[in-house]
């Protein structure tokens, strides 16, 4: 398990064994801060919630996510639910 994931030249080869999460680079629903410096902000797509099919649901919350993107937290919680069969 990884919290990001950077090995372009493998990732078929990892993705089979491996699955990441994103608590550091993945960006908050709506303006897409990442709640930390390293990343600063990404582009949220609400369409894809900003995960693919390899990642873990990641949900980071900033400043603003709970007041002004509560529909989408609960869509990348209910996405989370629905990947681990609940």
Do not use: C
């Not at 372009?8 to 491996?18: E, K």
């Not at 999460?21 to 369409?47: D, K, M, Y």
């Amino acid at each position: 398990m990884y919290h990001s994931f950077g090995q372009t030249l493998i990732a078929n080869r990892l993705q089979q064994h491996a699955r990441f999460f994103q608590h550091l680079s993945h960006p908050a629903p709506g303006r897409g801060s990442t709640g930390v410096h390293e990343a600063g902000f990404g582009r949220w797509n609400p369409r894809t919630l900003s995960l693919t099919e390899q990642t873990i649901p990641t949900l980071n919350v900033v400043d603003d996510t709970f007041d002004t993107y509560r529909n989408e937290m609960d869509t990348v919680i209910s996405e989370a639910k629905k990947r681990a069969g609940l």
